[in-house]
Nanobody, 130 residues
Framework: VQLVESGGGSVQAGGSLRLSCAASGFFSFDAYSIGWFRQAPRKEREGVAYFRYTDGQIFYGDSVQGRFTFSSDVSKNMVYLQMDDLKPEDTAVYYC???????????????????????WGRGTEVTVDS
């Protein structure tokens, strides 16, 4: 499985960005959970939005609830993250991660703070200026 993120950039606070993640290889929405995670300098990786394939539920991190929206295009093996009302604290490298097996049945909270994904993209950088 390969994951390639795109869509990062610099925006002013209050602005919007849409990130994309292209999944290829053996990835399937029928067997893999997939989500967006971010890591700011000197901070731990944080779960942002996460799709659990077993029931189609989407989980959001508390800090982005109501501002970010996860979506997907099954026909293209793409997932997206629409980010609105961006804040300087959203500045981070955003990663797409996917997992199968038992871990894929967990919720975002149950993943804990280590987020053991099977595959990661290289990330796309988002900078929000105040």
């Amino acid at each position: 499985v390969q994951l390639v993120e795109s869509g990062g950039g610099s925006v002013q606070a209050g602005g919007s960005l849409r990130l994309s993640c292209a999944a290829s290889g053996f990835f399937s929405f029928d067997a893999y959970s997939i989500g967006w995670f971010r890591q700011a300098p000197r901070k731990e990786r944080e779960g942002v939005a996460y799709f659990r394939y077993t029931d189609g539920q989407i989980f959001y991190g508390d800090s982005v609830q109501g501002r970010f929206t996860f979506s997907s295009d099954v026909s293209k093996n793409m997932v997206y993250l629409q980010m609105d009302d961006l804040k300087p604290e959203d500045t981070a490298v955003y990663y797409c991660g996917t997992v199968t097996g038992f871990v894929a049945t967990l919720s975002l909270d149950q993943l804990g703070n280590r987020y053991h994904m099977d595959y990661w993209g290289r990330g796309t950088e988002v900078t929000v200026d105040s």
